[in-house]
């Protein structure tokens, strides 16, 4: 079954790598969509795979890279969204 998350992550994760944490864990598991960091200092996922995958994904987002702080992850489900045919970063 497949997935249509946006993924929110927040803490201190921008200018730790976690755009390319994101972008490696997502070719990992197969899960297509972006990542991009906000003005607020969030970063922002929109992901597309399957179900067992995606849990996987989540889970590693959770942890992010090393030098990263998540303080919380907040995951809706996607309705409407573009199909991807892989995973990459916006700048």
Known sequence: MIEKKEIMIKG????????AF?????RSFDI?????NL???????IA???KMQMESFIRALQQG??????????????KNVRNYADFRIIY
């Open 12 to 19: 201190k994760v921008q200018g730790v790598c976690f755009r």
């Open 22 to 26: 994101t972008l490696k864990a997502a």
């Open 32 to 36: 297509k969509g972006t990542v991009k």
């Open 39 to 45: 003005f607020n200092g969030d970063v922002q996922v």
């Open 48 to 50: 597309i795979g399957e």
């Open 65 to 78: 890279p090393r030098l990263a702080r998540v303080k919380k992850v907040v995951v809706s489900e996607l």
